[in-house]
């Protein structure tokens, strides 16, 4: 499996993946606009997930999601 564009040994499915990125697209269809606002309704162990995904990268996550590492820091109280 390929994740962050990395490969890992890992299977999808032993992967615990953060609620926050299960949310429903608006009418506008604004994918990044979407997952920032269910980000932002998430729980700080939620995001915690997020950090311990395979390969996690803030680059790469930010370019997917317009999520920076400032707004994961933020969210985890970390200044």
């Known amino acids: 499996m390929r994740i962050f564009n990395k490969e890992t040994s890992i299977k999808a499915d032993e992967i615990v993946f953060p609620v926050f990125f299960y949310f429903e697209l608006s009418s506008k269809n604004n994918y ?3 997952f920032k606002k269910s980000f ?3 729980t700080k162990e ?3 997930k997020l950090l311990k ?3 996690f990268d ?3 996550f930010e370019q997917i999601s317009s ?3 400032k707004d994961i820091m933020k969210k985890l109280g970390v200044k």
């Open 32 to 34: 990044k606009q979407d």
């Open 40 to 42: 932002l309704e998430t």
């Open 46 to 48: 939620d995001v915690e």
């Open 53 to 55: 995904l395979p390969n």
């Open 58 to 60: 803030y680059a790469i």
């Open 67 to 69: 999520i920076s590492k």
